[in-house]
């Protein structure tokens, strides 16, 4: 079953539940709306990581995506994710998910990075966190967290966090990520 919208089981209870003077209320029509509260408010999750270093490479000031999560990852459904791509996928709409990002990463001394969640293709604008490197280098990674809620009333949604130089060029590798959405029922 589909996870329905808070809107959806309203009508849902109005079409389906009438004052029952004329025994329309039966137990298979009770049971199939209880599954569908059920199936909406239930939790649903996606959760992927990379647990080993990544180095990115040259980053400059055009956003890329970050690959290749190798670590844990699981999808309750309607969520999926592409681990190799570094997407999370929700298919329903409208649909409001909480996505938090969890790294650490190793930059070069002066080397400043932005890390940032995109859905379908564009920044969120305001999910993103900055960190530098202050001269940490090598084997002294910094951390980074952040997160928030994103609402899409139009079509399916495609998440990734992509990271920016913010110096020029910088030289990232990403030691651990976690990126990790959890769904929200919609009105």
């Known amino acids: 079953m589909a996870r329905k919208t808070v809107a959806q089981l309203l ?3 109005n079409a389906n539940f009438p004052d029952n003077n004329s025994g329309a209320i039966t137990p298979s029509v ?5 599954n569908d509260v ?3 408010f239930g939790p649903a999750f996606a959760i ?3 647990q080993s270093p990544l180095p990115l490479g040259v980053v400059g000031a055009s956003p890329v995506v970050i690959p290749d999560y190798n670590g844990v990852g699981a999808a309750q459904a309607p969520w999926t994710f592409a681990p190799l791509l570094g997407t999370l996928m929700w298919p329903e709409f409208p649909n409001a998910a909480r996505l938090d990002v969890q790294a650490t990463l190793e930059l ?4 400043a990075v932005e890390l940032e969640l995109y859905v379908n293709g564009m920044a969120t604008g305001y999910i993103k966190q900055a960190v530098a490197g202050e001269g940490a280098g090598a084997g002294n ?5 952040f997160g928030g809620i994103v609402t899409n009333n139009s079509s399916a949604s495609i998440y990734d ?3 920016r130089s913010l110096v020029g060029n910088a030289s990232p590798t990403v030691n651990y ?3 990790m959405a959890s769904s929200i029922t919609v009105r």
């Open 11 to 13: 009508a849902e209870v």
């Open 38 to 40: 059920i199936e909406s």
């Open 48 to 50: 992927m990581s990379r």
């Open 30 to 34: 009770i049971r199939s709306f209880f």
């Open 177 to 179: 990520i976690t990126v």
């Open 108 to 111: 070069a001394a002066n080397d």
């Open 161 to 163: 966090v992509r990271v």
């Open 141 to 145: 990674p910094v951390s980074v967290s």
